[in-house]
C-alpha cells in the first residue's frame, strides 16, 4: 500500500470520530447522571464529564423501590409482545394476499396502506379514543393492545409485501401442484424462506410499540395502566422538578434492551430500510 | 386431466376466502377513522361542554384557517423546523454514508456505533438533551463556565430563535442516522464496475461522485428525504419532553397543536378538523416533491 493511501485510510477514520462522539456522548453523559451521587449531580463546580466522587447505585435502586417503574416495564412488555404478535399475524396474511393474490382493488389497496403513515397521529387517534371509551377501556392497557396494531399492521403489511415478491412463485405453485393447500405454501414454502423479512417486520413492531408515546399518554394515565416512556415522564418530572438521577436511570434501563437488539439485528434492520425505502 | 382443472377452481375463490378476513379489518382500522374524523370535522363535539353535538357544516375548517392565529403560527413553526432539519440529516447523513462506504476496516462496528441514536425513542431522546441543555446543573453550562467560555447561566430555551434551534439540533442528533443507513444502502448497491470503468478512463474520485454515485443515488435520497418529511410532520414527543411547545409558543408544530386542542381543550371536532387541514398540507407537500423531482429529470433529460 502506498503512503498516500494509508494516509487516506487513517483520515477516513479520523473524520469519523466527532461525529462518533457526538452520537454517542448524550448516552454517555446519561449513563454518568444515572450513577451520580446527588451532591455532586447537583453542584455546580463539579466537572459533568467524569465522576468524581464515587459512583453509586442509588438512583437505581429508588426508582425501582420508590417508583412503581417495574410495573411500567411489565407493561410496557406485555403491550408491546401482545400487539407485535398480533400485528405480525394479520400482516404475514394481508401481505401474502396483496403479493400474491391477483384480484381486483389489490394495487389500491397497497396505495391505501401506504396512505395510513401520511396522516397525522391524531387523525387515526380521535376516533381512536372514541372508541375505547365506548369499549370502557378508558385508563387501561388493554386500549393500548387494541390500538397499537391500528399503525403496526398497515406496517408490517407493506414492510412483509416488499418480501413475498422476492420468493419466486413458480416455488409454490410446484408445491400446490403437487397437493399442497394454499395454507401449506404458506406455512412451509413461503414463510421459511421470508424469515428475514420476519425479523425485520418483528423488529420494527417492537420497537415502534415500545418506543411509542402520544397513544399511551392520551389513553392511559394511572400508575398502574402506563407504559414505561409515559410513567418515566409523568411521575419524575413534577412541575419544575425533574429527577435527573432516576430519569436517567429510567431512560437507560428503558433504551439498553432495544439498543442490544439493534446492535445485534443491525443487518435485519438496513435490509428492512433498504426494502421499504429502496424497492 | 381433472386434477389441473381443480386446481384452477381452486384458485379462483381461494384467494377470497384467504385474503378477506385480514383485509377487511386493514380496511375497517384505515378507513373507520379516515371516515369518523371526517365526519367529526363537520360538527360541535365539544367533551368539555357536554356529548351534544350539532352539525356546523365548514365552520371548523374557516376557523383554523382564518381566524385560529396559534394554529396556523404552528404550521411556521413546523416550517421552519422542517427546512434546516432536513436539510442538515440529508447533507449530515450523504457525508457519513459515503464516508462509512470507503472505511474498510470496522465498518459494521462503526456504523453500528453511530446508528444506536436513531434506536432510542424521542422521548428519551429529548430527556437526554434536555438535561444537558438545563439551565443549573446542565452539562452544556457548568463546563462552558467552567471553562470561561459563557458567564452566565445561559437558557438555552429561553428565546424562540434558539428552542428552535435545539430542537432542529436533537432532531438531526436523532435522525441522521436513518439517513445515512439508507444512503449507505443505496450506495452498497451501485455496482462497482461502474467506478473501475470510470478510474480507467482517468475520472477524478470528485469526477465519479458528481456523475456515478449522485445520479444513482437519486431515488434512495427522495424516498429518504420524504419519508422524514412526513415523519417531522408529526413531530411530538420530542417538542413534549424538550420545550412543550415554548417559549410562548414558537415551538408548537401542527401535531403538539392538534393534541392540545383535542386532549386539553377537548374540542374533538375542532382537532379532527386541524387533522384534514395537515393532511391537505403534507398531500400538497409530497405531490409539489413529486413535481420538483419530475420537472429536474425532464430538465435533465
Known sequence: MSRRARWAKILQHVLLIPFLVFALFPFYHMALTSL??????????????????????????KLIRETEFLTWTKNSLMVTILATTASIVIGTIAAYALSRLKFRGVNS?????????LVPTSLLFLPLAQVVNWLGLADSKWALILTYPTFLVPFCTWLLMGYFRTVPKEVEECAMVDGATRIQALTRIVLPIAIPGLVCATLFAFTLSWNEFIYALTFTSSSEQITASVGVTSELIRGDIYFWGEL????????????????FFLDYYVSGLTAGAVK | MRLPMLALKRRQWEP???????????????????????YLSFLDFDLSVGPDANFIGARNYTESILRDGRFVGSIVNTAIIIGPALAAELVLGLGLALLLS???????????????PAMVSPVMAAMAWRMMFGVKYGAINNLGLQLGIIDVYFDWFGSSALARASVVLVDVWHNTPFMMLVLLAGIQSIPTELYDAARADGATPWQSFWSITLPLLKFTMAVGLMIRLIDLTKLFGLIFVLTYGGPGSSTETVAFTTYLAGFKDFRMSYAAALSYVIVGGVLLLTLLFLWIQRLREARAA
Open chain 1, 248 to 263: 436517567m436511570a429510567g431512560a437507560i434501563l428503558g433504551s439498553v434492551p432495544i439498543v442490544i437488539l439493534y446492535v
Open chain 2, 16 to 38: 377470497f376466502a384467504f385474503a378477506s378476513p385480514s383485509l377487511v379489518l386493514i380496511a375497517l382500522v384505515i378507513m373507520f377513522p379516515l371516515a369518523y374524523s371526517f
Open chain 2, 102 to 116: 470507503r472505511v474498510a476496516r470496522g465498518r459494521p462496528i462503526i456504523t453500528a456505533l453511530l446508528a444506536i
Open chain 1, 109 to 117: 389497496f397497497g396505495t391505501g396502506i401506504f396512505v395510513t403513515y
Open chain 1, 36 to 61: 451520580k451521587q446527588d451532591r455532586e449531580l447537583y453542584d455546580r463546580f463539579a466537572v459533568p464529564l467524569i465522576i468524581k466522587q464515587g459512583p453509586t447505585l442509588e438512583h437505581y435502586t
